[in-house]
Nanobody, 126 residues
């Protein structure tokens, strides 16, 4: 089992930045592909970004490209999401997730992930 705990959310003004962290325990995450999803009130959980276990492959939702960066530090058993140029529409609960299986385009589906954190709230508002 892998336990995931997100942190780093909060209230930020439009145009600001936040860095989300996901701390893993239970197993080394080097064997897992890790992703971030977000869910706004009344909406389905949506893919934001994914990073391969090696750290060499990343993929982003169109809304995140050029603004967000996903990274991982396997030595620290952690995954990060650097979010810049934040917009009000980025407001959501952000979830860290992990899976042992790399499935190409299916990595954008929440159903592809086995492990989930409890989420951290990000609010972008002036």
């Amino acid at each position: 089992q892998v336990q995931l705990v997100e942190s780093g959310g909060g209230l930020v003004q439009p145009g600001g930045s936040l860095r989300l962290s996901c701390a893993a325990s239970g197993r080394a995450i080097s064997a897992y592909h890790m992703a971030w999803f977000h869910q706004a009130p009344g909406k389905e959980r949506e893919f934001v970004a994914v990073v391969h276990g090696s750290g060499e492959i990343t993929s982003y939702a169109d809304s995140a490209k050029g603004r967000f960066t996903i990274s991982r530090d396997n030595a620290k058993n952690a995954v990060y999401l650097q979010m810049n140029s934040l917009k009000p529409e980025d407001t959501a609960v952000y979830y860290c997730s992990g899976t042992a299986w790399w499935a190409g385009g299916s990595m954008r589906l929440s159903s592809s992930y086995t492990y989930w954190g409890q989420g951290t709230q990000v609010t972008v508002s002036s």
